[in-house]
């Protein structure tokens, strides 16, 4: 398998490795007013990248398959 089709997977999974990795890096708190601060935003966009980097994996497999 070459190089050039595990590219863009390979940086969407990395993407989103990072976004869980800062998610827990950068931790939560409860502020005094008991409002709770975290970066929400960067869970969902984590798994985002994951799905989508397995979806763009599957389909250049089916493709590689389909082509020969």
């Known amino acids: ?7 863009l997977p ?3 999974l990395g993407m989103s490795l990072l976004c869980m990795m800062g998610y827990h890096l ?6 005094d007013r ?3 601060i975290e970066p929400f ?3 969902p966009l ?3 990248l994951l ?7 599957w389909f ?3 493709r590689a398959n389909a082509l020969g």
């Open 1 to 7: 398998m070459s190089v050039r089709i595990l590219r």
């Open 10 to 12: 390979l940086l969407l």
């Open 26 to 31: 950068i931790g939560s708190s409860v502020d």
């Open 34 to 36: 008991g409002v709770l």
């Open 41 to 43: 935003a960067l869970i």
């Open 46 to 48: 984590g798994w985002g």
């Open 51 to 57: 799905l989508l980097s397995l979806v763009v994996q």
């Open 60 to 62: 250049r497999l089916l």
